[in-house]
């Protein structure tokens, strides 16, 4: 039974799956950074101030419309200042042992 060798049609489909596949997870990460916002609005987030839009409606919606300009690193920021933020007032701590 001989094996099938890929032809260069073969590849570019497969790469054309991945980068579908990298803009959909792209996509919904920046879906999740937006409402984690929306609903944390007065997380400090230091010089980046995106959480701290005024809170008038048709301002807060174009102001979160410009984080798909950012990158995925600042995305990434963004989400894990907020997450750091929820964890610290949160007001169950789990107590750390120091060995």
């Known amino acids: 039974m001989a094996t099938k060798r890929l ?4 590849y570019k489909k497969q790469l054309d799956a991945a980068k579908r596949e990298v803009l959909s ?10 409402e984690m916002i929306e609903q944390n609005p007065n997380v400090h987030m230091g010089t980046i101030n995106y959480a701290n ?3 008038a409606e048709v301002f807060t919606r174009d102001y979160l419309q410009n984080i798909d300009r ?5 995305i990434f920021e963004l989400m894990e200042t907020i997450e750091a933020d929820l964890a610290a007032k949160h007001p169950h701590k789990q107590t750390t042992i120091n060995f």
């Open 25 to 34: 997870t792209e996509a919904r990460i920046r879906s999740r950074c937006k």
């Open 7 to 10: 032809k260069s049609a073969d």
């Open 53 to 55: 839009a005024p809170k």
């Open 70 to 74: 950012h990158g995925m690193n600042t």
